[in-house]
């Protein structure tokens, strides 16, 4: 032990240092803008929409309008008093976020140049804020949405598709703000923080287009729908988002407030202030989540300087089998990389720091050097939990999963490998 504490409590404690450091709660207050003249309308979606409206409303002057509505997922909730808060389901779109987007469209029309649209946007906003556009029904998005989580497509693919089937993402929310000034505030989710990509940018001008969206169906070999085939194939100006240089932008700032770097930096102060030296890798991981594995355990086997906490963020994928058990990115990676790492003195944590692994009821788990061994002594085949993708069966029968419960924030994966440390 170092520091009086043993390695799972370490990792554990290094996990808290890095959500506390994406808390809406700190983090947002001190770019809240000064109230206008007219009224201020607050909308958004995301795992940290909850937190950042109720942030919102602490700091926000008693005798200046506000009201609003912003849409999280199941059991991200927060009692709020001035802006409405709506749960709805997350990866895959439902009515209740559908029938919240269309809502927030209609309040945005409402606006005029004294007014401010205030945007509070975080990771997961893309799904909960899925309004199919005309033509395209629920079902339809919800079935492309899910063929492109299966085929292990990155976030950028599956939201180049997401901003041109669903009427707010990809500059959208900004366009029907009828001219009124536009602040988003943004939670990062993604690698490079570019806001474009944040819950599919509502606010952000659009780069892609519906030929893009079509190339990165076909390249997945996602079969069409109808509906969305029809729009994507349409050359209808229409039918396209809105594009940097476009009028809609003139009055609208895409501000990141938080993300992955911020949080991996509070965790690597966490561990030096334990004694154990440490390295933030990057905060742009991304590929497979067992190759990633692959690569963390020959980076281990490398490294001479021991004791050493090996930080990392970003964002792996797991490309799934027909049949296939439960588990998501964090737990996948981990596995694998017990599997990589045999009896190693090593230990190594993964979560998301929403506090839920893909659709798991975890963040992530733990491993350490005796994984494998406990796991033999229990009669688990931790290469046949792999094959399945049942890494949440795996670390739910060694009493190894992180049970954090919904963070109300999200700046993607956390992960640390620990070095050294008995």
Same mark, same amino acid.
């Given at each position: 032990m170092i520091a009086g504490m043993n390695p799972r409590d370490l990792l554990l404690g290094s996990f808290r240092a890095a959500v506390a450091a994406a808390d809406p709660a700190i983090i947002l207050p001190p770019h809240l803008p000064a109230p206008p003249r007219g009224r201020t309308l607050v909308v958004g979606g995301g795992k940290a929409a909850a937190s950042m409206a109720a942030a919102v409303e602490a700091h926000w002057p008693a005798d200046a309008p506000l009201a609003g509505l912003v849409v999280t997922r199941y059991r991200h909730g927060l009692p709020t008093?001035?802006?409405?808060?709506?749960?709805?389901?997350?990866?895959?779109?439902?009515?209740?976020?559908?029938?919240?987007?269309?809502?927030?469209?209609?309040?945005?029309?409402?606006?005029?140049?004294?007014?401010?649209?205030?945007?509070?946007?975080?990771?997961?906003?893309?799904?909960?804020?899925?309004?199919?556009?005309?033509?395209?029904?629920l079902k339809e998005l919800r079935q492309v949405t899910k063929a492109l989580l299966k085929a292990g497509a990155t976030i950028h693919d599956i939201n180049t598709v997401?901003?041109?089937?669903?009427?707010?993402?990809?500059?959208?929310?900004?366009?029907?703000?009828?001219?009124?000034?536009?602040l988003a505030l943004i939670i990062s989710d993604v690698v490079g923080d570019d806001p474009t990509h944040?819950?599919?940018?509502?606010?952000?001008?659009?780069?892609?287009?519906?030929?893009?969206?079509?190339?990165?169906?076909?390249?997945?070999?996602?079969a069409l729908p109808a509906g969305v085939r029809r729009h994507l194939e349409q050359s209808a100006p229409e039918a396209e988002t809105p594009k940097p240089g476009a009028p809609?932008?003139?009055?609208?700032?895409?501000?990141?407030?938080?993300?992955? %770097?911020?949080?991996?930096?509070?965790?690597?102060?966490?561990? /030096?202030?334990?004694?154990?030296? &440490? !390295?933030? @890798?990057? +905060?742009?991981?991304?590929?497979?989540?067992?190759?990633?594995?692959k690569q963390h355990a020959a980076l281990a086997r490398a490294v001479s300087s021991r004791p050493l906490a090996l930080i990392s963020g970003g964002e792996t994928t797991v490309t799934l %089998?027909?049949?296939?058990?439960?588990?998501?990115?964090?737990? /996948?990676?981990?596995?694998?990389? &017990? !599997?990589? @790492?045999? +009896?190693?003195?090593?230990w190594a944590i993964a979560c998301d720091t929403d506090g839920i692994d893909g659709s798991e009821d975890n963040a992530g788990a733990l491993i350490g050097p005796d994984t494998l061994l406990r796991a033999c002594r229990r009669n688990l085949d931790a290469a046949g939990f792999l094959?399945?993708?049942?890494?949440?069966?795996?670390?739910?029968?060694?009493?190894? @999963?992180?049970?954090?419960?919904?963070?109300?924030?999200?700046?993607?994966?956390?992960?640390?490998?620990?070095?050294?440390?008995a």
């Amino acid at each position: 032990m170092i520091a009086g504490m043993n390695p799972r409590d370490l990792l554990l404690g290094s996990f808290r240092a890095a959500v506390a450091a994406a808390d809406p709660a700190i983090i947002l207050p001190p770019h809240l803008p000064a109230p206008p003249r007219g009224r201020t309308l607050v909308v958004g979606g995301g795992k940290a929409a909850a937190s950042m409206a109720a942030a919102v409303e602490a700091h926000w002057p008693a005798d200046a309008p506000l009201a609003g509505l912003v849409v999280t997922r199941y059991r991200h909730g927060l009692p709020t008093r001035r802006i409405e808060v709506v749960e709805a389901s997350h990866p895959l779109p439902d009515g209740r976020g559908e029938e919240a987007a269309l809502r927030m469209l209609a309040l945005a029309s409402q606006l005029g140049p004294d007014d401010l649209l205030l945007a509070l946007i975080s990771g997961g906003g893309s799904s909960l804020l899925a309004a199919p556009v005309e033509g395209v029904t629920l079902k339809e998005l919800r079935q492309v949405t899910k063929a492109l989580l299966k085929a292990g497509a990155t976030i950028h693919d599956i939201n180049t598709v997401r901003k041109h089937l669903t009427r707010l993402s990809g500059g959208r929310l900004a366009q029907a703000a009828n001219g009124a000034p536009t602040l988003a505030l943004i939670i990062s989710d993604v690698v490079g923080d570019d806001p474009t990509h944040i819950a599919s940018g509502p606010c952000a001008p659009d780069p892609t287009t519906c030929a893009d969206a079509l190339e990165r169906l076909q390249r997945f070999g996602i079969a069409l729908p109808a509906g969305v085939r029809r729009h994507l194939e349409q050359s209808a100006p229409e039918a396209e988002t809105p594009k940097p240089g476009a009028p809609c932008f003139a009055h609208t700032e895409n501000r990141v407030i938080a993300s992955a %770097r911020a949080s991996l930096q509070a965790a690597c102060l966490y561990f /030096e202030q334990h004694g154990i030296p &440490a !390295l933030v @890798l990057s +905060d742009s991981v991304s590929g497979d989540a067992q190759a990633v594995a692959k690569q963390h355990a020959a980076l281990a086997r490398a490294v001479s300087s021991r004791p050493l906490a090996l930080i990392s963020g970003g964002e792996t994928t797991v490309t799934l %089998r027909p049949q296939h058990g439960r588990g998501g990115r964090n737990t /996948e990676f981990l596995l694998a990389l &017990a !599997l990589e @790492l045999k +009896d190693a003195p090593a230990w190594a944590i993964a979560c998301d720091t929403d506090g839920i692994d893909g659709s798991e009821d975890n963040a992530g788990a733990l491993i350490g050097p005796d994984t494998l061994l406990r796991a033999c002594r229990r009669n688990l085949d931790a290469a046949g939990f792999l094959a399945a993708h049942d890494s949440h069966g795996f670390f739910a029968a060694l009493d190894d @999963l992180v049970v954090s419960g919904p963070t109300r924030t999200n700046v993607n994966d956390y992960r640390v490998l620990l070095l050294g440390v008995a």
